[in-house]
């Protein structure tokens, strides 16, 4: 594949994560009831975009 349509995909994925990562802490932060799966969900989230965002730097470093 090409590199730039890997380094979309994989901002197009980054910004996702994001994304699910600010709904799942306003879920943690507003829901009545208070479960800690939202927050494991919206880190986990968080740290997969981390990662998504590293092997972008790595790959189009080349």
């Not at 699910?20 to 802490?25: D, E, N, R």
């Not at 009545?32 to 470093?61: A, P, V």
């Amino acid at each position: 594949m090409n590199k730039k349509l890997i380094a979309k995909f994989l901002i197009i994925g980054n910004i996702i994560l994001l994304i699910l990562a600010i709904v799942f802490i306003c879920l943690c932060i507003f829901e009545d009831e208070k479960n800690s799966i939202y927050l494991f969900i919206s880190l986990s989230s968080l740290i997969l975009s981390s990662l998504f965002n590293i092997i972008k730097r790595k790959y189009t470093k080349d």
